[in-house]
């Protein structure tokens, strides 16, 4: 509209500037009968006028559909760009999900398809043992892969918060060390060597930063250290530097990476697709998730290689230390440690999914604790009223009727004393505020292994 108006404001200039043009002409063809005036008012330059009317007036109509053609040229143009865009990410897309699409589909092929065979009536028991050996390992990496891309959505919308906490970095060093020990015979890898190579801190060694993303770093650059190589080892070690910082490293003894291949191991998830013969990558993955954590935890990732030589990756996280009294390390609770004995014992498992209850029943039956299943929060809600004697809950935390927020909130009413444990297949810091948070004494991220529910059971019923 305003290019509009211009346009006319244009048009009126020059008819004005016309009329005086054409009423000088006449004047200097006839300054001999007439003076300027008489010129500028005689009929032939009011005729003129007309016709300079018309003249403009057509120049006016044919400007603005002119402009209004331009316009809609470039709105066509904008949103051709707009669409092409719409289509170059939508194709980068459907290369990723596609070939995340692979990623998922390997390992779920491995569960069922072992599966299936364990149900042959004639299994010998060693075939048994590799059978479960297999689909343990392919659980365990699908479960990797899903934790990774719930980071991947926090990150790429912005929604990924750090929980800058008191945290025990030898403890969970030691806790990984235990973990990968267990999984170097499910990857087939009992020949590499796993060492902790630390400098001289004490055991209750405590810094601020976030335990969880700082676990998941660690884990992921683990992860890949295991699978680059084949025989020799991985080493996990840190060292306080003088700049307020600490260097942590996962060195391995792999095959190593090429200087090319080097610089592109932390790009981004979606540049990983950019060339349709470059496949999606776990390994590349897991490293362009950590460099995002480490950024995000305020520190710095790089990698040294050498083709044969293995690959070293470090990064670092800003040094703030907690004074900490000297404690005891944590004995970590493994599937091989001695059978509790919590006949004496009665818990409660608020849980809706029937699966879900007969696995935790079937881990706890060798304890011989007294089990009550209740399938909604409401249901646990009266089981408490009704039997003073549970010791312990397992809550879950989406159920029908009632929630295991709600029911939580509700049975610390009537009794603040007992323990209740969250089991949620959501982090407890994703949309949990403090006021829920508080009638938790623990939770537990599904899916739940074996050793983490006997660890946190202990830490209640012994």
């Known amino acids: 509209m305003k290019k509009n108006l211009n346009l006319i404001l244009i048009a009126a200039i020059l008819i004005v500037a016309l009329f005086f043009l054409d009423a000088l002409l006449f004047y200097i063809f006839h300054s001999d009968s007439l003076t300027f005036g008489q010129a500028i008012f005689s009929s032939k330059s009011i005729a003129e006028v007309y016709s300079r009317i018309l003249m403009v007036t057509g120049i006016i109509i044919f400007a603005i559909i002119i402009n209004g053609r331009l316009n809609e040229l470039e709105f066509d143009k904008k949103s051709s760009e707009s669409k092409d865009g719409r289509i170059i990410r939508g194709h980068f897309d459907y290369n990723f999900l596609s070939s995340l699409s692979f990623q998922l589909r390997t390992p779920l092929n491995a569960i069922i398809g072992f599966s299936e065979l364990l149900k042959k009536p004639d299994l010998a028991d060693d075939s048994k043992e590799i059978y479960l050996s297999h689909i343990n390992s392919s659980s365990r990496y699908l479960l990797l892969l899903i934790n990774n891309l719930s980071e991947i959505s926090k990150i790429e919308s912005n929604e990924l918060e750090i929980n800058r906490v008191e945290t025990n970095v030898n403890s969970i060093i030691e806790e990984l060390f235990q973990v990968f020990l267990a999984r170097k015979e499910e990857m087939e890898k009992s020949s590499v060597l796993l060492m902790i190579e630390k400098i001289n801190l004490s055991e209750s060694f405590t810094i601020l930063t976030d335990p969880e993303r700082f676990k998941h770093v660690l884990n992921n650059l683990l992860e890949n250290a295991f699978h680059q190589t084949e025989d020799g080892k991985v080493s996990l070690g840190y060292i306080k530097k003088d700049n307020g910082f600490i260097e942590f490293y996962v060195k391995d003894s792999g095959k190593g990476f090429s200087q090319q291949r080097l610089e592109s191991i932390f790009e981004r998830y979606n540049k990983l697709t950019d060339n349709r013969n470059l496949p999606f990558d776990g390994a590349l993955l897991r490293l362009a998730i950590s460099k995002s954590l480490v950024k995000l935890l305020g520190g710095d990732i790089w990698a040294v290689s050498k083709v044969g030589e293995g690959v070293t990756i470090y990064f670092t996280v800003p040094y703030m230390e907690v004074e900490k009294p000297e404690v005891k390390p944590v004995v970590t609770i493994t599937a091989s440690s001695a059978t509790k004995d919590w006949s004496d014992h009665k818990i409660l498992i608020a849980e809706d999914v029937d699966s879900n209850f007969i696995c ?103």
């Open 360 to 462: 935790l029943r079937e881990v706890l039956r060798p304890t011989k604790v007294e089990i009550l299943w209740a399938k909604n929060g409401k249901e646990a809600l009266a089981m408490v009223k009704s039997n003073p004697g549970i010791d312990l809950i397992l809550m879950d935390i989406l159920m029908p009727e009632m929630d295991g927020y709600e029911a939580s909130k509700e049975i610390k009413k009537i009794r603040p004393e007992l323990n209740i444990i969250a089991q949620t297949a959501y982090t407890i810091e994703d949309g949990t505020n403090n006021e829920n948070k508080k009638n938790f004494s623990g939770y537990l991220i599904k899916p739940i292994w074996a050793p983490q529910l006997m660890t946190a059971l202990d830490k209640f019923l012994t």
